[in-house]
């Protein structure tokens, strides 16, 4: 159940970024108390940024009126339909922006799936790691009711439970998937296999290549930092082919693959390229093992 003061904003991320969230029950609550935030910022002088599913995107637009040309909208379900690309996403906002940024988001938007919830949640409380030193930035996050998350663990001070979080391995591999252990003579072979299991189940040969290309990468990371052997996994859940990754590594920076690695550095491209190309991309990783978990939907 969600808790009475979830419906208040909440205030103390650390070194000035505001990180706060409100739950609404209606259509009429969320249009009250974003309409104000958004006016507030305007007269202030502040950039203006929402990035909410389309449905509250409308409602928010009907709200402002005119004032509605003075904010910067975007898709929920196309910017953060992955959330580990929400990160990155404000962080282009941020260095683009002359003025302060006071944003609107909805990444926990009805009718995701238990797994892009599991991810919003991640991606809430790492959000004040990787925004910590960014003192003209307030975001407010959006929960409808119905979603039945609490924010408030996840907002003001969350970095002991992002670090909780990535280092507890996600939910086993169920016996009905298909196992293959791989080693460094065998990258192509485990694409010819996955190739196969993808064509049986209907994935198109775009979304293939990509997946592919995400996985190739993920499995290269295993031999090179992972004891140069790996476990890949494949299964069809919530219509989705999802592809498990698992070696004997350990990634100790918790933003890997939400911040763009430097050309010349080692590790982190995979995991970031894999955001890029999957429909969600999980990762975690603890003293002796570490997961990546890539979700293709069946399209």
Not at 49 to 68: I, N
Not at 138 to 154: F, K
Not at 227 to 233: D, E, F, K, N
Not at 249 to 272: A, F, K, M, S
Request: net charge negative; charged share 25%; with cysteine.
């Amino acid at each position: 159940m969600l808790k009475d003061s979830a419906t208040d904003s909440l205030y103390g991320a650390p070194a000035g970024f505001e990180h706060d969230a409100f739950v609404h029950g209606s259509d009429e609550e969320f249009v009250r108390r974003a309409a104000t935030f958004v006016r507030v910022g305007l007269a202030a002088g502040e950039e203006i940024v929402a990035v909410l599913s389309p449905g509250r995107t409308a409602d928010l637009r009907d709200a402002l009126g005119p004032d509605q040309d003075q904010v910067r909208f975007a898709d929920m379900t196309v910017a953060g339909g992955n959330p580990a690309r929400l990160i990155p996403f404000w962080r282009a906002v941020l260095e683009q922006a002359a003025r302060p940024v006071r944003a609107l988001s909805e990444a926990a938007y009805a009718g995701r799936s238990d797994a892009e919830y599991a991810e919003v949640e991640l991606h809430e409380a790492l959000s004040d790691i990787a925004f910590a030193t960014d003192p003209s930035f307030r975001l407010q996050c959006v929960y409808e009711a119905s979603v039945g998350i609490d924010p408030t663990a996840t907002h003001a001070g969350a970095e002991a439970l992002a670090e909780k979080a990535f280092r507890t391995a996600l939910d086993d591999v169920p016996d009905r998937a298909e196992r293959w252990e791989f080693g460094p003579g065998e990258l192509s072979q485990v694409r010819q296999w996955l190739s196969g299991q993808a064509s049986s189940h209907g994935v198109s040969r775009d979304r293939l290549e990509d997946l592919s290309l995400a996985l190739h990468e993920v499995c290269t990371n295993s031999i090179r930092f992972g004891g140069g052997r790996g476990t890949l996994a494949v299964w069809i859940a919530s219509g989705a082919l999802i592809c498990d990754v698992t070696d004997r590594g350990r990634i100790d920076n918790l933003l890997v693959g939400r911040v763009l690695p430097p050309l010349d550095g080692l590790g982190g491209r995979g995991v970031w390229l894999a955001n890029q190309l999957c429909d969600l991309a999980q990762l975690r990783s603890g003293d002796d093992f570490t997961q990546v978990r890539l979700h293709t939907r069946l399209r």
